[in-house]
């Protein structure tokens, strides 16, 4: 039997002859054009639109990873955005903001960073940072 990654959520693993998750399928059925899954207690998330947050070249550490950190538009210090590393998925090599724990309920435990609706690569972030110190930018809805 043969497995994949299951499209939408890039997350759960499927069986090849499977379009989309069970996850996925579901939230499908509730709302349509929703992206995120399930955050780290196993409560679904609130079904948030784009978050604009401003990444500034300062480093903090969120859960583990190490990485710039992210404010909101309250000017909270919400997690860090640091590059993806799994090399299986598409977001490798791209931002992606890890929350602190204590937003989890509110916002998730990660998102994707997007720039034009595309993956916004780290190493594009870097440079910004260190040109210009800060950077406002949005992470994919949940």
Known sequence: MSYKKCPVCDMNWI???????????????HTSGSRG?????????????ELTVTIVQALGVARGKVGYMA???????????FMSDDKRTARYGNSELCFYEKYEEE????????INGAYFP?????????????????????
């Open 107 to 114: 916002l998730g435990s990660w998102r994707t960073i997007k």
């Open 122 to 142: 780290y190493e594009r972030l870097k440079e910004i940072l260190n040109r210009e110190g800060k950077h406002v930018c949005t992470t994919d809805a949940r």
């Open 37 to 49: 899954g399930a955050n780290k207690k196993g409560n679904p998330p609130n079904r948030d639109k």
């Open 71 to 81: 404010f909101d538009k309250n000017n909270r210090n919400i997690g860090v955005v």
């Open 15 to 29: 069986d090849e002859s499977e379009e989309i998750c069970a996850v996925c399928a579901e939230e499908r059925n």
